[in-house]
Nanobody, 123 residues
Framework: QVQLVESGGGTVQAGGSLRLSCAASGRTFSSYDMGWFRQAPGRAREFVAAISRSGGSTSYTDSVKGRFTISRDNAKNTVYLRMNSLKPEDSAIYYC????????????????WGQGTQVTVSS
């Protein structure tokens, strides 16, 4: 089992950047592929990015490719989401998740979730 705590959200202007962090408890962090999802008001939770256990493979939803970068530091039990060139449509609560696989884009595939961190991008 793993517990996840996100941080780093906030309010930025369009074109700005943020880096989200997700700290995991437990000694099994490196055994999990990790994912980032987001949920805007009135919308379903959607896949943003995922990273393999070693960090050697990543995947992204098309709308963030070239702007967002997922990475991890297994020594620190932390996964990151660097977000550049932010757009108002990126505004949402961002969640990290564990227990799925890098090929999983459905939230149903993930077993463990953090509480989320709010990202607001103003135009």
């Amino acid at each position: 089992q793993v517990q996840l705590v996100e941080s780093g959200g906030g309010t930025v202007q369009a074109g700005g950047s943020l880096r989200l962090s997700c700290a995991a408890s437990g000694r099994t962090f490196s055994s999990y592929d990790m994912g980032w999802f987001r949920q805007a008001p009135g919308r379903a939770r959607e896949f943003v990015a995922a990273i393999s256990r070693s960090g050697g493979s990543t995947s992204y939803t098309d709308s963030v490719k070239g702007r967002f970068t997922i990475s991890r530091d297994n020594a620190k039990n932390t996964v990151y989401l660097r977000m550049n060139s932010l757009k108002p449509e990126d505004s949402a609560i961002y969640y990290c998740a564990a227990g799925g696989t890098i090929a999983s884009i459905s939230p149903l595939a993930y077993d463990y979730w953090g509480q989320g961190t709010q990202v607001t991008v103003s135009s």
